[in-house]
């Protein structure tokens, strides 16, 4: 029975999560499975990855294929580096202590690159939000400068249409005594 690693999709329409799974590769893709390996999230930056390495492992030596999204993930997890030492340790290269240290400070520099990834991406949104805010406050400024300019002719017209009715109101005045006189 040809086994292999792969995605079973789950989720919304636009809103994919997937289970990494061990299944006979000629099911189905939402079919029977194997064994459950984990799940992927890929919607969030970094993607969410939960994995059993050691299962993953197990399946992998056992001759289990992996898809190409799968060995990728697998590669990011480090089941594909556990693998590979447990085969030098098969093989005498390696001691198991030495292989188990090996992958525990490939662990350590991955997770301070992830973390590293994150606190980028975590400067890079407030920066972007920050820029965002200042532009808004140039638009806002500009409008109520623009609004301002606008009122004040509003004023200078209301004192120019006042002085001027009250000189058309005083001529009236002087011609009706000017009748009066005549």
Same mark, same amino acid.
Do not use: C
């Given at each position: 029975m040809p086994v292999k690693l792969r995605l079973q999709r789950h989720g919304k329409k636009?809103?994919?999560?997937?289970?990494?799974?061990?299944?006979?590769?000629?099911?189905?893709?939402?079919?029977r499975y194997l064994e459950k390996l984990g799940h992927y999230s890929p919607t969030t930056n970094p993607a969410q990855i939960e994995?059993?390495?050691?299962?993953?492992?197990?399946?992998l030596q056992n001759g289990a294929q992996p898809t190409d999204t799968v060995r990728a993930i697998l590669s990011y997890k480090g089941a594909l580096l556990k693998n590979h030492l447990a085969g030098g340790v098969r093989k005498g290269a390696?001691?198991?202590?030495? !292989? #188990? $240290?090996?992958?525990? &400070?490939?662990?350590?520099?991955? %997770?301070?690159?992830?973390?590293?990834?994150?606190?980028?991406l975590s400067e890079a949104q407030e920066k972007a939000k920050a820029e965002k805010l200042v532009a808004e406050k140039a638009v806002s400024d500009k409008r109520a400068a623009d609004a301002a300019a606008a009122a004040a002719p509003e004023k200078e017209e209301e004192v120019t249409d006042v002085? !001027? #009715? $009250?000189?058309?109101? &005083?001529?009236?005045?002087?011609? %009706?005594?000017?009748?009066?006189?005549?």
């Open positions: 636009g809103k994919p999560y997937y289970w990494i799974i061990a299944a006979d590769s000629r099911m189905k893709r939402a079919g994995l059993d390495v050691d299962s993953a492992v197990k399946w390696l001691t198991e202590e030495q !292989a #188990e $240290t090996k992958f525990n &400070e490939w662990l350590e520099s991955k %997770k301070g690159s992830i973390d590293h990834k994150k606190a980028t002085a !001027a #009715e $009250t000189a058309t109101e &005083e001529v009236p005045a002087e011609e %009706k005594e000017d009748n009066k006189e005549a």
